[in-house]
């Protein structure tokens, strides 16, 4: 023991030696004995200190004892609540079952009442929700839906009043089905304004604003305008309608609630059909307004040459207006002329007049060949688009593949419709045609043989 006090003593001693040259000035009197004083003096403070941390650790664990203690009890408290709880929710149980099945055996047909009941209030909301007469009579889809909802969850039992109320609604329903009604509601138009409209309601089929149909929203209860319209003569139906004061009116009215409204108007119009044509189509009508322009002069100026024509033949004056006139003026031109040089003077002067008769008909004919094939390489061009189209997306949407077959059979149809026309108009200008040179070619041969027989 002295030993190893006299190496602490020693170390401290070094340490107070190794730092006495920074504490010189300040501790100079130190020896060992102060040393030993003051290492006597810490050994108590830290007994001291040891003893006062002993005394709070008795303390805190008399208090855990105690809350320990507490903790139990309050267990047991909870427990013996629990167990009366679970007693008195299994004696509930006992008693809601026998309530229930003398609640069930007391309705006894009522039960199937309030069953069809709600089946009918379901239902009827759902009518009423795609019905246009919504958009006037609001509320009713609220009412109908809760009393469905509360009856399935809770067996609630329906009052008179609900029951009347429901068959009310019902009956409006029918009643306002047959009924053209105004009145004023907002109208969401196509350019996302809303403005406060008169709105004319026919029946549970239609809603419209002055000359436009509006669609009534059933989920957010808003009536707005059609994007695109119906034709015209819906439109000015939907105008006199709107402004008739009671009087009869014919209207076009959708028996689906605006199902068949809304494919309507998404049917493309004859604008949008031409131009799903694309480049090949536009030719396809250049080509047919040439060929239709040069046809109606061609058929006018025919038309001013046989009337011509057959003035001439009426008249004994030879008009050089005409190209009968004109033949004929070859017989006066060369009165001495014998009979094989006349016909060949006469057959001159026809063919001369023949380009003129026959002018532009082959370009009409060539049209009414070339359409149909223009409009096939564009089903053709068409056609390829589509299957590149399948190539990428595959064919699980159909409307890919009948809307890009349909826009690859416009070319086709344009082709026709140019075709068609143009064929016939051909027809006809070439038979004029023919018969104004068959008339030259009759008088010719009557102006040889007169010739022939003064010879």
Aim: aromatic residues 4%; charged residues 25%; glycine residues 8%.
């Amino acid at each position: 023991m002295r030993t190893v006090f006299k190496y602490l003593v020693s170390g401290l001693f070094a340490s107070v030696v190794a730092t006495g040259a920074v504490a010189q000035e300040q501790d100079k009197a130190l020896d060992l004995d102060q040393l030993l004083k003051r290492l006597e003096q810490g050994q108590i403070a830290q007994n001291q200190q040891n003893e006062r941390r002993e005394q709070e650790f008795r303390q805190k664990v008399a208090q855990q004892d105690q809350m320990l203690e507490q903790a139990r009890q309050e267990r047991n408290q909870k427990l013996a609540t629990s167990e009366q709880l679970e007693r008195q929710f299994q004696e509930n149980e006992y008693k809601l079952g026998d309530m229930n099945k003398a609640l069930s055996d007391r309705m006894g047909s009522l039960k199937e009442l309030f069953g069809v009941l709600q089946q009918v209030a379901g239902d009827t909301k759902s009518k009423f929700q795609n019905s246009v007469i919504s958009a006037q009579i609001p509320g009713r889809i609220e009412f109908l839906e809760d009393m469905a909802q509360s009856m399935g969850k809770s067996s609630k039992m329906a009052s008179i009043e609900e029951i009347e109320r429901v068959w009310f609604e019902i009956q409006r329903e029918m009643t306002e089905s047959g009924k053209v009604v105004k009145f004023e509601a907002d109208v969401i138009e196509a350019d996302g304004e809303k403005e406060r409209e008169q709105v004319v309601r026919v029946g549970s089929f239609a809603l419209i604003s002055e000359d436009d149909y509006l669609i009534h929203n059933p989920a957010t209860g808003t009536i707005s305008e059609l994007v695109r319209q119906p034709a015209d003569r819906y439109g000015d139906s939907a105008e006199r309608l709107h402004e008739s004061d009671g009087e009869l009116v014919k209207f076009g009215v959708d028996p689906t609630g605006g199902s068949i409204l809304g494919l309507l108007v998404q049917a493309p119009t004859l604008k949008e059909r031409i131009e799903q044509g694309g480049l090949v189509g536009y030719i396809i009508l250049a080509v047919g307004a040439i060929g239709l322009l040069l046809a109606l002069e061609r058929l006018f100026t025919l038309s001013i040459i046989r009337a011509k024509v057959k003035k001439q033949l009426k008249s004994d004056t030879i008009k050089q207006t005409n190209p009968l006139g004109r033949v004929l003026h070859v017989r006066d031109e060369f009165p001495d002329a014998d009979t094989e040089t006349l016909e060949l003077k006469l057959t001159e002067a026809i063919l001369a007049e023949v380009p003129r008769l026959s002018r532009n008909l082959t370009i009409v004919k060539i049209i009414s060949v070339v359409a149909p094939l223009m409009g096939l390489l564009g089903t053709v061009t068409g056609m390829i688009l589509t299957f590149q189209a399948i190539t990428l997306f595959g064919t699980g949407d159909p409307k890919l593949m009948a809307g890009g077959i349909s826009s690859a059979l416009i070319t086709t149809v344009l082709g026709l419709v140019v075709a068609i026309p143009m064929t016939l108009l051909y027809a006809i200008l070439n038979t004029r045609s023919k018969n104004i040179v068959h008339i030259l070619q009759e008088q010719a041969s009557g102006v040889i043989a007169e010739r022939a027989e003064r010879s």
